[in-house]
């Protein structure tokens, strides 16, 4: 990067380079709309109401762009810290990405051609997949002890979930169901063992099953099915869907391997050499003001301005202001006045999942000593281990991730980055002594810690799909929201861009 490209485009060159950038030039007279934060729907926000010959300033607390979207670019195989892949119904990504002169990558051929599956270990103990049926450990029951533990939960949801329905998910017909996914397993036969290990291990909502609805897992669970599974973080490695090939009993015909060619038209989409290419792209777009280390302390609003102040005492004036905060940060905002009841709660109060990861890179491939798959499922601290294969060919594994989710992320975090590193690598030795010596973390990012994110991505716990849904993104006099956390119809990248073209209108409509 020479000094040019620097002052050019300074915003983007600090985010990529890590430098502080508090320069404010936004030239004569206060901005339109302030945006806060430089995530993909607050980019997305501004860069509409640009186009729509609206004056826009971006508010950016990070020393980056890109917020949730997060890539090492100097890890071997530009693994992600945050949103990982698009799929097939992530249309307003696909659009995004086109008009921001950013290449997708489908990943689908490469995991599909390359499916090395998971080691499955429980209590420190390796369990090959073909004993799991029998073992003792396994606690499920019936057909159900078939299935490996990270594929009981769905099973159950395919065959139980009360309705399928995108749009209308959070409706009043369905408020029967804004209850507790322990409840509902509990009603179909689970026990709580089978919920801790096959629901709570490595969960994808919640801390446990006890503080997620069932309304907030149909929606998600309907969402995986319309994009064909692409999106769960398995799908990087090739490990998805893996199902346990049991030993067949004597005389029954032989398991069939998993495929090995993707099905037609399956897109696992990531943005080319690094997703967080995408919000770079979108930053060097913006004709007004980006401006990062620019944490907003307080928000002050009425019918017709709009006040912000950032921690450094800098005051910004506006006709209005959009924030894109997730709410787990926003509840640190002095807002003025404070938004109605229901909506104050839901700030205060929205459910986020909390996730720790832990990049490694291996000196040498010990999975080729110990010949097992370089990924794993755990119930300990190493959680979920992803190998990430982004090199030259097929399946060179560029790093391992280690996802710490939930429970297990709470606990990391209490132990600090340092020790928590030093476990990750102990407890990996452990399970894979072949690994000695030869790991080391070349990145690692608690979400819940991150004072921009506090948390990972934002769920309903029971009852709050009822209470709190409807006020979430209500403008309140000229402050208005989106975020993925306003999404309706999406989730997680593409909910970011629904929720910045609702908001683009709903300021439109009212600057
Ligand atoms: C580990 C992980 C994996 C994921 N995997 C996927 C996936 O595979 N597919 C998918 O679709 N989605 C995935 N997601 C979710 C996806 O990344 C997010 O939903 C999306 O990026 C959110 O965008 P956003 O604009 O709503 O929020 P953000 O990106 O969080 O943007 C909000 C911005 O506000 C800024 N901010 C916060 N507080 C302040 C403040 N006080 N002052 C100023 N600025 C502030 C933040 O720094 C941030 O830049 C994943 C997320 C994570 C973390």
Not at 35 to 62: D, F, M, Q, W, Y
Not at 244 to 271: H, R
Not at 477 to 497: D, K, N
Not at 503 to 508: A, G, I
Request: glycine share 8%; charged share 20%; net charge neutral.
């Amino acid at each position: 990067m020479n000094r040019r490209e620097f002052v050019v485009t300074s915003a983007v060159s600090a985010a990529v380079a890590g430098l502080s950038n508090t320069a404010y030039s936004a030239g004569s007279g206060d901005p339109d709309v302030i945006v806060i934060g430089a995530g993909l729907s607050g980019l997305e926000t501004a860069l509409t109401l640009e186009e729509n010959g609206l004056k826009v300033l971006v508010l950016e607390g990070r020393n980056r762009v890109g917020g949730r979207v997060f890539t090492l670019f100097d890890v071997p195989g530009h693994p992600e810290v945050g949103g990982n892949t698009i799929a097939n119904a992530y249309g307003r990504c696909i659009a995004a990405a086109a008009r921001n002169k950013v290449e997708i990558v489908n990943l689908a051929p490469r995991l599909f051609a390359n499916r090395a599956g998971q080691e499955l270990f429980i209590g420190g103990e390796r369990i090959p997949l073909k004993d799991w049926v029998n073992h003792p450990r396994n606690p499920f029951a019936g057909e159900q002890r078939k299935l490996a533990p990270w594929a009981w939960a769905d099973d159950l949801f395919k065959k139980h979930m009360p309705f399928r329905d995108l749009e209308n998910w959070h409706d009043a017909a369905h408020a029967q169901y804004d209850i507790s996914v322990h409840e509902f397993l509990t009603a179909h036969g689970a026990t709580d063992a089978m919920i801790k290990l096959g629901f709570d291990t490595n969960i994808a909502y919640g801390t446990t099953s006890h503080d997620v609805s069932l309304l907030q897992q149909a929606f998600a669970d309907h969402w995986q099915t319309v994009n064909r599974g692409a999106i769960s973080a398995f799908s990087r490695t090739g490990a998805s869907n893996q199902m346990p090939a049991a030993t067949p009993p004597a005389g029954a015909p032989p398991v069939a391997a998993p495929p090995t060619a993707a099905p037609p038209g399956l897109l696992v989409g990531a943005f080319k050499s690094g997703n967080q290419n995408l919000p770079i792209a979108m930053a060097k777009r913006l004709k007004g003001d980006l401006l990062l280390n620019c944490r907003v302390s307080a928000i002050e609003v009425d019918a017709s301005s709009a006040k912000v102040t950032c921690s450094s005492g800098r005051v910004y004036r506006a006709k209005a202001v959009v924030c894109s905060m997730p709410f787990s940060t926003l509840r640190h905002v002095a807002i003025d006045p404070l938004p109605e009841p229901v909506q104050h709660k839901a700030i205060q109060t929205l459910g986020y999942i909390p996730i720790t990861q832990f990049h490694l890179v291996a000196k040498k491939p010990f999975w080729l000593s110990d010949g097992m798959s370089p990924s794993m499922w755990t119930d300990g601290p190493l959680g979920l281990v992803l190998a990430q294969k982004f090199g030259k060919t097929d399946d060179e594994v560029t790093s391992l991730t280690v996802w710490a989710r939930g429970l297990n992320a709470l606990y990391v975090d209490r132990l600090g980055m340092e020790d928590a590193k030093r476990l990750i690598i102990a407890e990996f030795e452990r399970l894979r002594p072949a690994s000695k010596g030869l790991l080391t973390v070349a990145g690692a990012h608690s979400w819940a810690a991150d004072p921009f994110a506090a948390g990972d991505w934002a769920i309903f716990q029971p009852g709050q799909v009822r209470e709190l849904r409807a006020a979430i993104a209500k403008p309140h006099q000229r402050l208005f929201f989106c975020g993925e956390h306003t999404s309706v119809g999406s989730r997680g990248m593409e909910g970011a861009f629904e929720s910045a073209e609702r908001v683009s209108l709903e300021v439109l409509g009212a600057v």
